[in-house]
């Protein structure tokens, strides 16, 4: 019994990204010195040739979110859908970088949940007793 615990608690420890595409389009410079900034052990970063390429990239699954700078300000590009922690942790990369650049930022979802189920609870509730049966299993 003692694994269950264990089992709720697991992911918050080893929690955050792990080698996740973030996909980048700018210029050269600012892709560099984003990469530089970035841990490489969570962020795996992919250039992409504009914001139209990076968002269909997010779409298709290709990267996990991104990033795109220009003149007119920063757009960040999620997949809620993919992953609220994923989505959370791009769109904060996001308005830090526009922050920073003083660039207006606007953000794309281009990957909800489902109207019916806006934040995803239905397939969370879904996989409960996978998580359940699992520990049962391997603590006996």
Same mark, same amino acid.
């Given at each position: 019994? !003692? @694994? ?7 992911? !918050? ?21 984003? &990469? *530089? ?8 970063? +992919? =250039?992409?040739?504009?914001?139209? +390429?990076? !968002?269909?990239?997010?779409?298709? =699954? ?7 700078? %220009? ?8 997949? &809620?859908?993919?992953? *609220?922690?994923? @989505? &959370? ?7 830090? +970088? ?20 806006? =934040?995803?609870? %239905? ?8 998580? +359940?049966?699992?520990? @049962?299993? &391997? !603590?006996?």
């Amino acid at each position: 019994m !003692s @694994a269950m615990p264990a089992a709720f608690a697991l992911p !918050s420890v080893n929690g955050g990204p792990h080698h996740m595409k973030l996909g980048i389009a700018a210029p050269d410079p600012a892709v560099d010195a984003l &990469s *530089a900034e970035l841990d490489p052990g969570q962020w795996e970063i +992919v =250039r992409f040739a504009g914001a139209d +390429v990076l !968002s269909a990239a997010v779409e298709k =699954r290709e990267a996990a979110g991104g990033l795109a700078l %220009g003149p007119g300000g920063a757009e960040v590009f999620t997949a &809620s859908a993919g992953g *609220a922690g994923a @989505a &959370s942790a791009i769109t904060a990369i996001g308005t830090t +970088v526009a922050q920073q650049q003083q660039l207006p930022v606007q953000t794309h979802d281009v990957v909800p949940f489902p109207e019916d189920d806006p =934040r995803g609870a %239905g397939l969370t509730a879904a996989a409960l007793p996978m998580v +359940v049966a699992e520990t @049962a299993d &391997s !603590s006996a």
